[in-house]
């Protein structure tokens, strides 16, 4: 009798150092938190944010007031004093639209170009979709 409990322990033992030296599955899928689709005819493209990226990013907008005046935190300059703002066409989508600035006045600008009053634009997370849309990586 000693000896099939000696059996039945070898055997287990042996079970588990088979289990733990198996090869671990690497078929996990990686959940990119954008994508990129091109703008036909612009050098732009649209930023599609999976909804737990734009929580993470908390993701913030504005509409447009009358007089074409938006937050100051909504532009986004490039390195040659190009301008822009993103906008929100839709829920998780974000398009970079280039503006020119006629003035600014603290927190608010005022635009001479660029999208119609009522426009949605983003105020918290630009930078971050600015680096989604251009390929900056962490």
Known sequence: MKHIYRLFIALLILASLLTACAPK?????????????????????????TEKAAKRLDIQTAPIRDGNV?????????????TWA??????????REPIVID?????SVTLSEGPEAGTVVVI???????????????
Do not use: C
């Not at 938006?70 to 190009?82: F, H, K, N, R």
């Not at 930078?127 to 989604?132: I, M, S």
């Open 86 to 95: 993103y906008t929100n066409p839709e829920p998780l989508v974000f398009v």
């Open 103 to 107: 003035h600014i006045n603290g927190d």
């Open 124 to 138: 918290i997370g630009v930078a971050e979709l600015y680096g989604a849309e251009v390929g900056v990586k962490k």
């Open 70 to 82: 938006i937050p100051y935190a909504a532009v986004l300059y490039g390195l040659e004093g190009e």
């Open 25 to 49: 599955s690497t078929t996990t899928e990686k959940i990119e938190p954008f994508k990129l689709e091109p703008i036909e005819g612009s050098d732009f493209q649209r930023v599609i944010l």
